[in-house]
C-alpha cells in the first residue's frame, strides 16, 4: 500500500539536543511538507520542498532545518534554536505543481521535550 | 494574504441529528477549498475538495459542503451524525501562490448517544 510514514510515533528529548524526525513516502509525489500541530492553533507550514534538492521557508520555519535528497524521504531536524519545540509534528505530500492537489498526511510524530 | 476562520471550536451533537461546521475564508484570488478530518492522535484524512464547479460537494461518510462565493464560506454538513464522527474538522485553504494550505484552527465535534 502506498503511503506516507513518520517515525517514530513519539519522541522524548532533553532540552539543548537536536532531534531528526524521519518522513518517507512511496506515493511518487514531488511535493512534501512539514506542519506542526498545537492544540488550539491548527496547522503551521514549517517548511515545503517542491523536488530533490530544493526547499522553501514556510511561516515558522526558525529553529528547524530539512534536506531533500531523495524523492521519498524529507527529514526534519528541530534544533536546540527552537524554543517551544514540544508539538505533534505532521508530514504531508502532494503530486507537485498544482495547488488543486490534495495533500496526504502521515500519522504524525509526538515530540516531548524536557 | 489569505485566512481561514473556522467559526466554532467545539460542537456538540447527539447522535442521528445534523451538523454544520462552518468556515469562512479572506481571498482576493480564486481558491481551492478543502476539509480535512483528524482522529486522535493520527494524521489528516481528506474529506472533500471543491476546485471548479458545482458548488455542492459531496465527499465521504456521508459529509457535503458547499462553496458559497459571494459569502466566501464552504461550510461542511452531515444530515445525521454517528459515534464514530467524533473528530477535529480542518478548513483548508489554497491560493494561487503556491502549494501550501492554510488550515484554519479547526473544530472539535463531539456526538454524544
Known amino acids: 500500500d502506498g503511503g506516507i510514514t513518520q517515525s517514530p510515533k513519539y519522541l522524548f528529548r532533553k532540552e539543548g539536543q537536536n532531534v531528526t524526525l524521519s518522513c518517507e513516502q512511496n506515493?511518487?509525489?514531488?511535493?512534501m511538507y512539514w506542519y506542526r500541530q498545537d492544540p488550539g492553533q491548527g496547522l503551521r507550514l514549517i517548511y515545503y520542498?517542491?523536488?530533490?534538492?530544493?526547499?522553501q521557508k514556510g511561516d515558522i520555519a526558525e529553529g528547524y532545518s530539512v534536506s531533500r535528497e531523495k524523492k521519498e524521504s524529507f527529514p526534519l531536524t528541530v534544533t536546540s534554536a527552537q524554543k517551544n519545540p514540544t508539538a505533534f509534528y505532521l508530514c504531508?505530500?502532494?503530486?507537485?505543481?498544482?495547488?488543486?492537489?490534495?495533500?496526504?498526511f502521515g500519522p504524525g510524530t509526538r515530540l516531548t521535550v524536557t | 494574504a489569505q485566512s481561514v476562520t473556522q467559526l466554532d471550536s467545539q460542537v456538540p451533537v447527539f447522535e442521528e441529528a445534523p451538523v454544520e461546521l462552518r468556515c469562512n475564508y479572506s481571498s482576493s484570488v480564486s481558491v481551492y477549498l478543502f476539509w480535512y478530518v483528524q482522529y486522535p492522535n493520527q494524521g489528516l484524512q481528506l474529506l472533500l475538495k471543491y476546485l471548479s464547479g458545482s458548488t455542492l460537494v459531496k465527499g465521504i461518510n456521508g459529509f457535503e459542503a458547499e462553496f458559497n462565493k459571494s459569502q466566501t464560506s464552504f461550510h461542511l454538513r452531515k444530515p445525521s451524525v454517528h459515534i464514530s464522527d467524533t473528530a477535529e474538522y480542518f478548513c483548508a485553504v489554497s491560493e494561487n501562490s503556491g502549494y501550501a494550505l492554510n488550515f484554519g484552527k479547526g473544530t472539535s465535534l463531539l456526538v454524544t448517544p
Open positions: 506515493l511518487n509525489h514531488d511535493a
Open positions: 504531508a505530500s502532494s503530486i507537485g505543481k498544482s495547488r488543486s492537489y490534495e495533500q496526504y
Open positions: 520542498s517542491q523536488i530533490v534538492n530544493d526547499f
